[in-house]
Nanobody, 111 residues
């Protein structure tokens, strides 16, 4: 199984970005895709997740109301829509599923 993130970049505070996580390999309807991030010098932290079947989502308090996770079953791709970005959102963002991590994509937010 392979996960590939894309869509990172540099953004001014208050802006928006959408990250994608393309998933290849075996697929099942009942699985969870998670998004995590790791800022320089800090531990990797949970951002949010989506249950593929049903679309239930959960978010960390730090991003609730600003970030939205969705999934496209036909494309086997998960998305992380980030709005009202803050400098503290600067990190490498990773997607995760069933023990597999993507390579990460850098998001940098300047004030």
């Amino acid at each position: 199984e392979q996960l590939v993130e894309s869509g990172g970049g540099q953004m001014q505070a208050g802006g928006s970005l959408r990250l994608s996580c393309s998933i290849s390999g075996r697929t099942y309807s009942s699985y969870v895709v998670g998004w995590f991030r790791q800022a320089p010098g800090k531990e990797r932290e949970f951002v949010g997740c989506i249950r593929w079947s049903g679309g239930d989502t959960s978010y960390a308090d730090s991003v609730k109301g600003r970030f939205t996770i969705s999934g496209d079953n036909a494309k086997n791709t998960a998305y992380l829509q980030m709005s009202n970005l803050k400098p503290e959102d600067t990190a490498v963002y990773y997607c995760f599923r069933a023990g597999s991590w993507g390579q990460g994509t850098q998001v940098t937010v300047s004030s």
